[in-house]
């Protein structure tokens, strides 16, 4: 099938290691995709649903042990062990390559290889990498599907070419002490094995798309960021885009997909989706930043996705959607808490086991019928809100890059950030509380500097660097913003309705870089003044807008406790801006201390 040299001497080397019963290459077809389902539907690894309720859709339970990305199993293998940094896992390259092919070693089998040529990015683009995942698993296989532009035109696009990333994934026996996620970014290869859940095995979102790809960003002078790409049209048909970093399942698809509350889609506002997990950002000649989502899918958590939360998910999941670890029932159904339509009589749980509502755990607490961190995986192209864009391969042009978390006190609902790199300090301090998508008890506050503690495949602290000169050069770069949709008030309750409403929010954002909408200035940046913020029709009270906004310098202060310990891990390599941006912020904060005693 293919004449490129360097592709067929992997494969070989790769087949000999893992030794399957077949190598079958992936074409991109209908027919190899349908033939694939059938084989999947028939084996029992996937189900295939009700064609009535859900025609083209598929399910998949992965193993008990293998819900979500295993963040301590995964891996930066350098030569140098700084160039990983002290916030990724390391290991010697040789190392790793000697244990992981020990795992690999015959763990294919009797089973298939299936190579998988896939683009990230649109064909012909300067943004776009191509990569190349071998594996034995038909799940991975009709992920990539959606998730990816794959088959024979990217190997065409490749040529001869030795330029891509080369995957390996097995499932080998699923045993979470052989389970290993390593990149080798000096190699531009990925080594995953052990593990079936998406986050882990689908090489080209993760591992490539933000691990892989933010070394080659550094080296070649662009961003690759944790963000969805969103544009907001105005009433009078203008668009501005955004990309906006938020950690794992604090709500990045739903906005990407947000519908506009009644009184701003009767002034005509639309919001346009490009992306909801990645962006490829790179500047422009015309000294504009320009974002690309490099996926081709959406790998969205179910629970939760209902038709307050996200309409838009809703109607893009009805068809042709692959269901993990939700709750399947006897005639062809799924269900997830906190989701639509009633719930059923009966069904079989994300841990195989029978379920029916009501069910407790020995403490007493209900026994969900889907995982926490179960998800949906379905084509971008079928979501209503889909950007006519999505697929330009110049990208979409950057008006605002906004920062958020997941804090119940402390950070003000929105801030505009002073300068560029102020922004970079702001992201560089990010912090959330915890949620199902990572292992850890939910709740507690993790710093996750950009959303990309996880993801960043190389030292932090350069990483820091690299985002600081990378604006040095722009003629027109973004206004940087910081939103938390999750603060609460003293009874535990959020305070801010969220969802369609956080249009209102990034209205502001835009009118901000238009210079139409006031503020005032706090040491952490300027906060919308008075009737800045449209908050017409909702039932807020004014204390409570007060106590979105308010900037305690006290607790800022403690919090800036925590950003000089966060920041002490990474020493001499620290870069100076960082620094003088954390003495000026602490300068702000206790002038405005005393201030107010
Ligand atoms: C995801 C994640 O799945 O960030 O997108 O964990
Ligand atoms: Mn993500």
Redesign the pocket.
């Known amino acids: 099938m293919i004449e490129n040299r360097a592709l067929q001497q992997w494969i070989s080397a790769m087949v000999e290691l893992c030794r399957p019963e077949k190598v079958v290459w992936i074409d991109g077809s209908e027919e190899q995709k349908n033939m694939l389902e059938e084989e999947a539907d028939s084996t029992g690894e996937m189900t295939r649903l009700d064609e009535e309720k859900w025609p083209g859709c598929l399910y998949h339970r992965t193993a008990v042990n293998d819900v979500?990305?295993t963040e301590n199993l995964t891996y930066i293998c350098t030569s140098k062990k700084e160039d990983a940094g002290p916030t990724n896992n390391w290991m010697e390259p040789a190392e790793a390559y000697r244990i992981a092919g020990e795992y690999f070693k015959g763990a294919m089998e009797g089973r298939t290889m299936y190579v998988i040529p896939f683009a990230m990015g649109p064909l012909g683009s300067p943004f776009t990498k191509i990569g190349i995942e071998l594996t034995d698993s038909i799940y991975v296989v009709l992920n990539m599907l959606i998730m990816t532009r794959s088959g024979k035109d990217v190997l065409e696009q490749l040529g001869d070419s030795d330029n891509f990333t080369r995957g390996l994934h097995s499932k080998a026996d699923l045993s979470l002490d052989k389970r290993l996620i390593l990149h080798f970014p000096e190699d531009n290869t990925i080594w995953s094995v052990g593990s079936g859940y998406?986050?882990n095995v689908l090489l080209g979102?993760?591992c490539l798309a933000l691990r892989i790809a933010s070394w080659f960003g550094r080296d070649e002078g662009w961003l690759a960021e944790?963000m969805l790409i969103m544009g907001i049209e105005d009433p009078d048909g203008k668009i501005d885009y955004i990309a906006a970093a938020f950690?794992?399942?604090c709500g990045?698809t739903n906005l990407a997909m947000l519908i506009p509350p009644e009184h701003l889609r009767k002034q005509g506002y639309k919001i346009w989706t490009v992306g909801d997990?990645i962006a490829w950002i790179r500047s422009g000649e015309d000294g504009r930043l320009w974002a690309v989502n490099p996926e081709t899918g959406f790998?969205?958590?179910a629970p939760g996705t209902n038709a307050h939360s996200n309409p838009n998910a809703l109607a893009t999941i009805r068809r042709n959607t692959i269901f993990t670890n939700v709750l399947l029932t006897d005639d062809g159904d799924v269900w997830w808490e906190d989701g639509e339509g009633e719930t059923p009589a009966a069904g079989t749980a994300w841990d195989g086991r029978p379920w029916k509502p009501g069910l407790l755990d020995e403490a007493g607490r209900p026994i969900p019928g889907a995982h926490p961190n179960s998800?949906f995986t379905a084509p971008v192209n079928q979501c209503p809100t889909i950007s006519p864009e999505w697929s330009n391969p110049g990208g979409v042009p950057l008006t605002a890059i906004v920062f958020g978390g997941r804090r119940s006190r402390l950070a003000p609902l929105v801030y505009e950030t002073f300068n560029w790199r102020h922004g970079v300090y702001t992201g560089a301090t990010m912090a959330s509380e915890l949620t199902a998508?990572?292992y850890g008890r939910q709740g507690k506050v993790r710093r996750d500097p950009m959303?990309m503690l996880?993801?960043c495949g190389y030292n932090m602290a350069d990483y820091f660097r690299h985002w600081i000169d990378f604006g040095k050069n722009l003629a027109k770069p973004p206004g940087i913003f910081h939103v938390n949709w999750f603060r609460k008030d003293e009874g535990g309750n959020y305070i801010w309705p969220g969802f369609g409403e956080n249009l209102r929010v990034l209205n502001w954002i835009i009118e901000r870089t238009r210079g139409n909408a006031s503020a005032e200035k706090t040491p952490i940046g300027f906060v919308p003044a008075a009737d800045s913020l449209d908050l017409k029709g909702l039932d807020i009270t004014a204390e409570a807008v007060q106590q979105l906004f308010a900037v305690d310098p006290g607790d800022w202060l403690e919090e800036l406790e925590g950003h000089f310990s966060y920041f002490e891990q990474f020493g001499k390599k620290l870069p100076q801006g960082i620094l003088e941006e954390y003495r000026a912020l602490s300068e702000r904060l206790s002038a405005e201390r005393v201030a107010i005693k």
């Open positions: 979500a990305r998406g986050g979102k993760k944790h950690p794992s399942a990045k997990d790998f969205g958590v998800r998508a990572q959303a996880p993801f």
